[in-house]
């Protein structure tokens, strides 16, 4: 029996992915669960178990090959109790009438509109084409649109005006199969930069194309507030100094970032409308009863946001080795699709880098977001001394709190980041 294998769907708003490696080749005898792509999400590079036992038939992706979830990779020949055909396609062929019963009862027939099992080259093709892939009869093993049947729909010139989708408060500028960044509005064309010079093009892909895509929602749905503030951390960064050797012996480290998840675990349990999202259809917002704190990691692939879970019921000890193991894995791509989802709260530390105030963009649907900056020494007038006021160096570290003006107010920053401080 043959079986068509497609992209599943990997959680949490996953639509798409690049191919990373194909693992094995035709003609390679494969186990349930064996890995057989490798690909790269723009939450993790995660590997693609094979669904069946058999023989891989025939590989319909390439390395570099942008997938979404639905697409055909790969065919697989070997035993089974019938052949696998695409959800997709089994209800076309249950619903679809009679050809004469479509006459007298209906003068069109509309196809479902699910995922259309086509190879990435396909859907090039019948981009640029202009192809409704959902109008295409299909000629390839489990209902697979092939090159040759876009082609020959084409050609046939029964093509129909297409309309991208809209749903929500999106309004794509570009078809929805465009492999493009989706933006909101209009974007007026670039000019052509090589009239004035040298230019080199790079593909936007994985962790970045998705990056432009987040930001862009987020920075074009949120109304954004920031609040900026110091803190004084001369005495936490003694502690620091004074218990990091005994952290490291222990596997962990035991940095600022570490503190101040704690710090926003119990600002967050005391205002919690920071932890939520807003439901723009329902006209709710969401709160959260848990504290899944995410990290901004500037891994060599790009900014990635794995999720510290459970933040307020863990120790500083706890968190100093678990933050640890996690960012080190997602920099080696190693952290799971898991480990990326689900979070409440972000926090980013530019610190390190030498950063110093900043308006970090909401991580979306999240509310808010706090970012962190390099401390220095600075002088601070206080009380005390002969004239009654001193100037003492003191260890202060910029700190912004980023707010959805929609669901919290400044005062409410004001607040929530005295509490952090």
Partial sequence: MAHTFKLPDLGEGIHEGEVLAVLVSVGDEVKEGDPILEVETDKAAVEIPSPYTGTVKE????????????????TFSGDGDAEA??????????????????????????????????????RRLARELGVDLQQVTPSGPGGLVTAEDVRAYSDSGDKKEQVAPVS???????????????????????????KWGPVEKVPVRSVRKATAKQMSLAWSQIPHVHNQDWVDITKLESFRRKHKAEIEAKGGKLTLTVFALKAAATALKTYPNFNASFDTRAGEIIIKHYYHLGVAVNAENG??????????????????????????????????????????????????????FFAPIINYPQVSIMGMGSASLQPVVREGGDKGHEIVPRLLMPIVLCID?????????????????
């Fill in 59 to 74: 590989i319909l992706v390439n390395p570099g090959d942008t997938i979404k979830v639905g697409d055909v990779l790969m």
């Fill in 85 to 122: 055909v695409p959800e997709a396609v089994s209800e076309k062929k249950a619903k679809a009438p009679k050809p004469e019963a479509a006459v007298s009862q209906q003068p069109t027939v509309t196809k479902d509109k699910g995922p259309v099992p086509a190879s990435p080259a396909t």
């Fill in 168 to 194: 929500g408060d999106q309004v794509p500028a570009i078809p929805a199969e465009e492999p493009g960044i989706q933006l909101i509005g209009t974007v007026p064309p670039l000019p052509d930069f090589s």
């Fill in 303 to 356: 900014l990635i946001v794995p999720v510290i879970r459970d933040v307020d019921r863990k120790s500083i000890t706890e968190l100093a080795i678990e933050l640890t193991d996690l960012v080190n894995r997602t920099r080696e791509r190693k952290a799971t699709l898991e480990e990326m989802q689900g979070g409440t709260f972000t926090i980013t530390n530019v610190g390190p880098m030498g950063g110093g």
């Fill in 405 to 421: 003006h929609r669901v919290l107010d400044g005062a409410d920053s004001i607040r929530f980041l005295k509490v952090v401080i």
